[in-house]
């Protein structure tokens, strides 16, 4: 199974960008940011306040002979009434910061699903869709982590830091130079830790994108996997991917776990100091240094309280590394090139006029036409007739892998013209190109003798009814997959392309009918029966020009000859593009193009190629015998 990984990896490799484009997603709410930020101050302020009731409560009643106990409970109601002020700043800041994660969360989610709709078909192409789901699982979750708790949790410790070294600087000048000097260890010690662990957290996040992928092709591909009992080897490729995120993960948390314990016993090592430096001080008044019992036990206090915000401030730090490179990695995709579209032309309703002109329509007729500015400014509209050309077109995938060389052909208005060949000779692409998911570098595809590159994609693929080999059915019932290819059709207009298509007997069986639900892709129904839904989908939306892409591939015989008619009927007056499968389904086709290595090399109706006796003679006689 082959895995395609993202560009850029998940390394922040650009922390101010990254951080910019976060703020920018937060300038909604800059006036809740802006009280969250105040009520944090107030609720450090008040945690670091609260010790200073305690020197109080030492040096003026608990050391004092005859205590004035009216005071002291004055004191002690306003000390509960700064604690309450502390629990509501902390609960309004805790609410609004969640609804301010959800709101930006939803934001992101709905821009990056928005976008993804606008990237080409090359992107997806490239990239697999486990992948691309990890940015909006794994990648959006952190990011929702660092906004609801690790930026908050950032502020609050940097605050209540500057607050207790202001509030230690108060009380005695000496001590807290003694506490520089631990706190300068802690610092580096955490800076240290924090660096290792910041980067096996970033590892981690890319790692966890790449199990996703290999996941999701996994159960894409399970049937095939049984059926050449993979199941070893695939289990073997599965545990060198998660290797690599046990180990990342490991390394990173064994990091961010030994940071706690360590800083704690650096904390006690602290406290044990402080203790006895300042135990010194209060019974040496020689010294000339002011060291009352009250200022000690809450300088204590205080010395407790310093390495709590610089241990959480290493951990939230490390947890914003992993946000911002989640962050980087959904910005990347934000930042991949949408689907130029340079068109200026449009498809618009059409009807004829008293006058026999051409003139644009509100409701639908069942007419087409283009619409386009002429130089001087008038608008011109010019029929919708399905003509195709392809003149000497060339086109690869990659620039050094051409697919399709010189291809020159044309399809006239309601002209069947089918595509025959060995798998990867180009037929998949003649019609990617038609569709405009790629677009050619060289020569020229010109639908109505209009260059496609000034066709609005949206228009020009709306003209298009496509039937691919591979289905794809969507969460709801049978009838709302129908009118996917039309949303404004009525339930009797999606019974008659079903039944144009002869769908409409196997949908009459199923528990509900057109109700039934389907799920997983149609996983309830046969290939066959997937296959034909989509034509019928192609049927309501009753496009002029039609592109079936071995539309007929996973249908048995009988079911096939069953829809032929309709077929037939579908692609009545229609120019009509068909990959073949079976060479019998295209025996009346106008034109039949047999490609080989990218080019044509044979091209003519049925009869007249059987007559030259070359590649399609063998590819026909050959089916004809194995049938």
Known sequence: MSRHKMKGGAKPRNIKKTLAKMASLLKPYKGLLAVVVVCILLGSVVGVAGTFFIRVAIDDFIE???????????????????????VITTFIYTRIMLSITAGTMNRVRIDLFAHLQKLPIKYYDSRTHGEIMSRFTNDTDTMREMLSNALPQLINSSITLIAVITGMLIFSPVLTALVFLVIVVMVAFVGRIGKISGKYFVKQQQSIGEVDGFVEEFINGQKVVKVFSYEENIKKDFEKITAKLRHDATTATTCANILMPIMGNLSH??????????????????????MTTGTLVTFLLLTRTVSNPITQIGQQFNNILVALAGAERIFEIMEENEEVDDGYVTLVNAKLNENGDIVESNERTGMWAWRYPHKDGTIIYKLLQGKVTFSNVVFGYEEDKIVLRDISLYAKPGQKVAFVGSTGAGKTTITN?????????????????????????????????VVLQDTNLFTGTVMENIRYGRLDASDQECIEAAILTNAHSFIARLPDGYNTKLTANGANLSQGQRQLLSIARAAIANPPVLILDEATSSIDTRTEKLIQTGMDKLMEGRTTFVIAHRLSTIR????????????????????????????YYELYTGMLELS
């Open 433 to 465: 190109l038609i569709n405009r998911f790629y677009d050619v570098p060289d020569g020229k595809i010109r639908y109505d003798d209009i260059n496609i590159n000034k066709i609005k994609k949206a228009d020009l693929r709306s003209s298009l009814g």
């Open 588 to 615: 009346n086709a106008d034109a039949i193009m047999v490609l080989e290595h990218g080019e044509i090399i044979e091209r003519g109706t049925h009869e007249s190629l059987i007559e030259q006796k070359g590649k």
């Open 269 to 290: 090592i602290l406290y044990a100091l402080i203790a006895i430096v300042g135990s010194l001080i209060a019974i040496n008044p020689k010294l000339g240094i002011p």
């Open 64 to 86: 004092v002979a005859n205590p004035n106990m009216q005071k002291f409970l004055k004191a002690l109601l306003t000390m509960g009434g700064i604690y309450l002020a502390g």
